[in-house]
């Protein structure tokens, strides 16, 4: 899709139409016909018509409608199926030492990828550093969250 956008982007700039309207113009000048030969021939994929590719387009070209289900956060129902014991109640004391701690643990977490980011003199030695690093943060939080909740579904 990145590359598609950018060469459609060159397309309507040097053309003044999209790279689908040129692909369909029955009479294209030279500089056209070799845009298309470089854009098809630098492309990072395949784009045949066969039949896994169409297959993949119709695939999609459908809305499952994922995104909806992914980002509603505020439906506490949905987690307490999930943990199959809907006679949870949960505290909202607990509730928002555990956000106190997850968040901790995000800033940790965002501050070693920064590290990572910055330091890229010897990647082997960083690598094993930051592996023992974020092995120690997890457990960190593990410890962290089991002080505030010792209940493993209602820590979930």
């Known amino acids: 899709n990145k590359h598609f956008n950018n ?44 039949t896994m590719n169409r297959i993949c387009r119709y695939i999609e070209s ?28 949960i505290e909202n004391d ?12 995000k800033k940790t977490s965002e501050n070693l990828a920064a ?5 890229k003199i010897n990647k082997d030695t960083l690598d094993e550093d930051l592996q023992r690093s974020i092995q120690l943060a997890y457990e960190n939080l593990k410890d962290n969250l089991y002080s505030v909740c010792s209940n493993l579904q209602e820590l979930v």
């Open 62 to 89: 459908i809305d499952f409608g994922i995104r909806n289900v992914v980002k509603s956060d505020g439906n506490c129902e949905i987690y307490k199926r999930l943990m199959n014991n809907l006679d949870i109640e």
């Open 7 to 50: 060469q459609d982007i060159t397309c309507r700039q040097l053309f003044g139409i999209g790279i689908e309207e040129l692909k369909k113009l029955q009479r294209k000048t030279p500089d056209q016909l070799e845009f298309l030969k470089k854009f098809k021939q630098f492309s990072p994929v395949i784009d045949s018509d066969c």
């Open 115 to 119: 590290t990572k980011m910055d330091n």
């Open 94 to 105: 607990k509730r928002k030492k555990i956000i106190n701690v997850f968040n901790e643990f």
